[in-house]
């Protein structure tokens, strides 16, 4: 087997260098198709093996933990995809009709994964027989269907093959799944080291709902930003939300709020690189658009990092001052901009740093995407004569940088 397996290797290393581009478009198609059995024929292989070495015990012998833990150390991939691997092994060598349709190439490798599953999860719910026509059915009749399809028809398969038992394992099925949905739900936000935190987690449909009812409203389409852009905004709308209704529970003694720590030049009498108490750095852009909202806290450092200030609500748009703001702006006043005033910020048209004032001649409501265009500098909001906001658009959106005006939310 071992002559075998290193003929494989040398054969793959030559189909990998030899140029795709002599092939017929046939002969293309078919290439690809004969490359992706021989990857599910190869995993069958490597999951015999997988299985060998650890009837033989060869991970606790060299001191593992267990052979997830072997295998992530041995072939570098992740703890997830390793138990993973090791559980459909198990299932292999426990039924063989799906070890042959892996092994011919009948079903590919994310299908096997979930016919394995079904199986586990049926064992418990009906007899034996019905488990063995509910394989066979998911890998004879449906082997066509794409994973996700695949999973759903899973999921109503003694439907299809018992029908007399559906009901009641349906039901204890619903059961399982939401304890095992309570039980593994979970959220983690992860610092991956170049200005980026990845968001991962689990919740029950319930709580998905939930999630997903909170969000929708605030993705709207729009040409600037994919889908997956505006549902990562609208998490942090969301939020925002919380944090204005002053209902949550103290943090410390304290409103939760976001505290910015940031350098300040006396000399030329501007902003350096903030960062947050979280230890994350903040550009100077970043730290102007912050100090506006008002549940950012800003203490602003001398030279020595002696600290100059700690900004106090009295700088921030709260109260009756933000009511006059929403009774003037009726949302976010940037033209075209349909965002409502609890989405929106109040925005210093002068800032405070600069002299600017907390006054309603002073500050604009800007939901958070406008808020961040303002403070790019590109556009430019002034109180007009009638003390109204107006906004002067760059010269590449009009030559001649007329003033414009959200009509949106015009009460007249």
Known sequence: MRETLEQLRDTAGHCASTPAWTLSNPDLVDALHTIHDAEQMLTATKLHLIREIEGRNLPIAQEAANTAVWLRERLHITIHTARRTVDLAKTLDQRPALDVALSTAAVNTEQAHIVAKTVQDLASEATPDMVDLAEKALITEFADWEPTILRKAAQRILTHVAPEAADEADRRATERDEKRAQQTRAFTLTNNGDGRFRVTGWLDPEAAAIVNAALDPLCKPDLESTPAQRRADALVEVCRLALRTEQLPANGGDRPQVVVTVPYDVVRKELGVGQLDTGERLTAEQVRRLACD???????????????????????????????????????????????????DGHHIRHWTNGGDTALNNGVLLCGHHHRVIHRGEWEVRIADDGRPEFIPPPYVDSERRPRRNIYHRRT
């Not at 602003?300 to 929403?326: E, H, M, S």
Request: with cysteine; charged share 20%; hydrophobic share 35%.
């Open 294 to 344: 008002a549940h950012i806290i800003p203490i602003v450092l001398g030279g020595q990092g002696q600290i100059l200030d700690v900004g106090q609500q009295r700088r921030l748009f709260t109260g009756p001052l933000r009511r006059a703001l929403v009774v003037r702006d009726g949302g976010c006043a940037f033209p075209g901009c349909d965002r409502p005033p609890q989405w929106c």
